[in-house]
């Protein structure tokens, strides 16, 4: 019997160091894996190099399209078998998603994590890169984490899982292919940072809680137009998901507080702590009232959390009768150097394009002006920053994209223009002089 990985197998191949001309059976364990991660060409090397095989196998969480292609092609009669009734979830897993804005997933991601202190759990993203930023952003923000995914050697994965074990972490944040090897009862939560792009993953993920009987939480984090995605998802799994707000700064401190009540009130402290301690305790707090002693104690506890949330914002997303995003902020005017010339005729056009390629709802886009070779737009100030990374990372018709501030185009071609008589006011573009230029060019005039 030989395990082996297609890309060595057939380096073994190819160097003449293996003969696979007498091998009788063909297994492909994570078939739907291997396919993901692009070893096609690589699989249909190894078994056309099977010329002997009599039975090939293959082993599969989900059973997509392309897994049955290879069955099509490479076995004459072929039988598909479910160890268990297909598409059904364990039924103590409570399913709970939040609808929030593409740009503002990262920090409601942080705000369930905050609200839910006692978390044991596992958050997934769809790709690697995305799994390690992820992780090293909660990191330097104090969350017990680690990324867990298939660029990381069989070294490091095994101190991860060694550390998540014995709780040293409190989270992973994992891709799919990486999680398929955990094996742990006691996961309370599951948090997908990002629905699966196949619907039968979803329960693959969400069974990674409620295991041994016990209940777990799989909750996820949408933006608007995801919800029909989760429609999808509920017919395929045949339960009613429940739509949960993204909780106020107000109720993370009161959920911390009430964790923190819990663990004092349930902590047991070694025998000998007292003898050696207490008195010390008594003589340095003796002057303090009992009721002032614990609101200090608390405040050490909660002082971060409290300053953190104190002025948190609205992150559910929800709009108004007039299409407007009902948490409240600053607009921006953002320039894009494309305009009707490059095919962007119409004010709907630009907005459609804004929103498809960032996700975003189109009702965030407002107060278009559309030109020959440049556009204007407004959005939410919160949103700003997060609109000009992802689409200075597009190209529009072969075109790359540069984007903007508005005024801080206006402020660097005011201070070009004021060098010479002076410039054409406009409905985008401010002239913005400073004292000297002003009266520099009145005196010429």
Known sequence: MVVATPGRLIDLLERKALSLEGVQYVVLD???????????????????????????WLFSATMNNDVRGIAKRFMKEWKEFSVAAANTTNENIDHQYFVTQRHQRFETLQRL??????????????????????AEKLMKQGYHVSPLHGDMDQKMRSKVMERFKNRSLQAIVATDVAARGIDVNDITHVINYELPDDPEVYTHRSGRTARAGKSGICMSIVSP???????QIERLVKQRFNRSDIPDGAEVVRKRLFYYLEQIETANPQKNFAEVYLQSIHDRFEHMEKDELIKRLIWIQLKETIDNYQN???????YDQQGGNRSEGRSVRLFMNVGSKDGIESNDKLVKFVAEATDLEPGMIFRVTVRELSSFFNVRGDAAEFIKETLSQKKFKGRKIRIEEAEQRSNDQGRDRAKSYGERRSGDFKPRYGKSDSQKINKRH
């Open 225 to 231: 137009k995801e919800i029909s995605t989760i429609r």
């Open 312 to 318: 948190a914002e609205d992150l559910n997303a929800g």
């Open 113 to 134: 994590l905050d609200f839910t202190p006692g978390i044991y759990g596992i958050i997934f993203t769809r790709t690697k890169q995305d799994c390690q930023e992820i």
């Open 30 to 56: 994570e078939a739907d894996e291997m396919l993901n991660m692009g070893f096609r060409d690589d699989i249909d090397f190894i078994l056309k190099n099977t010329v002997a095989r009599e039975h090939t």
